[in-house]
């Protein structure tokens, strides 16, 4: 679904250095995720957004913020990387009240900390 | 908070016939219950869900069924094909203005020509 874009796609970088992943939606909707998949623990919230005034922490949010700059754009920071974040990371994005309740996800930001 | 385990890890089936996958969750306020596929290297999408107030839905050869009492919801696929092979997540929400979504870890499906 190309509505949800991330950048970059790929990345690789050392331990201790800061990193941060872009997410942007052309959906128009209020909601957006962050969310981080490692084989066999599924897809864990890290952070949730009602609207740009709005942050919430998910599941496992230490070791990570995020911004929401505008209602279509979301990033996720790492302030120092280090190994175990090594992940594959998912952007997503859900409509405002008396929306369907459907997540829309991004194709994922591969991320190695070495 | 709510903790969705999902039931198998892996499952294989020859091609045309039925497959199961089982979630439980923890919390009895969840409300709503979306099941997402993910193909090799591709995004989660959502291919059927399911609300507290409805015991089945069924899309074509999807179906899921919602179990309150027990707290668990099933994925079922019939007369599965080769395109139906893939990673398949449970999921549950209370539906409190943002979906925070809890997710299950996940189940390969292989079908078997």
């Known amino acids: 679904d190309a509505d949800v874009t991330q950048t970059p796609r790929n990345r690789i970088t050392k331990t201790g250095k800061r990193i941060m992943l872009e997410c942007s939606q052309t959906?128009?909707?209020?909601?957006m995720y962050w969310y981080r998949q490692d084989p066999g623990l599924g897809l864990r919230l890290i952070y949730y957004?009602?609207?740009?005034?709005?942050?919430n922490k998910g599941e496992i949010s230490d070791g990570y913020s995020v911004s929401r700059q505008a209602q279509a754009k979301f990033s996720l920071s790492l302030e120092s990387a280090i190994p175990n974040q090594t992940a594959l990371y998912f952007c997503?994005?859900?409509?405002?009240?008396?929306?369907?309740?459907?997540?829309?996800f991004g194709p994922g930001t591969r991320l190695t900390v070495t | 908070g709510e903790n969705v385990e999902q039931h198998p890890s892996t499952l294989s089936v020859q091609e045309g016939d039925s497959a199961v996958i089982k979630c439980t969750y923890s919390?009895?306020?969840?409300?709503?219950f979306p099941w997402y596929k993910q193909e090799l290297g591709k995004r989660p999408q959502l291919i059927i869900d399911?609300?507290?107030?409805?015991g089945e839905k069924k899309d074509q050869r999807i179906a899921v069924t919602l179990n309150k009492t027990a707290k668990h919801f099933s994925l079922h696929i019939t007369e599965t094909q080769p395109e139906d092979s893939a990673v398949y997540f449970c999921?549950?929400?209370?539906?409190?203005?943002?979906?925070?979504?809890?997710f299950g870890q996940g189940t390969r499906l292989t079908i078997n020509p």
């Open positions: 997503a994005t859900s409509g405002g009240q008396g929306a369907s309740y459907e997540q829309y």
């Open positions: 959906k128009g909707h209020d909601r």
């Open positions: 957004s009602f609207d740009v005034k709005d942050i």
């Open positions: 919390d009895s306020a969840s409300n709503y």
């Open positions: 399911i609300r507290s107030n409805v």
């Open positions: 999921a549950a929400s209370k539906n409190q203005g943002a979906q925070k979504l809890v």
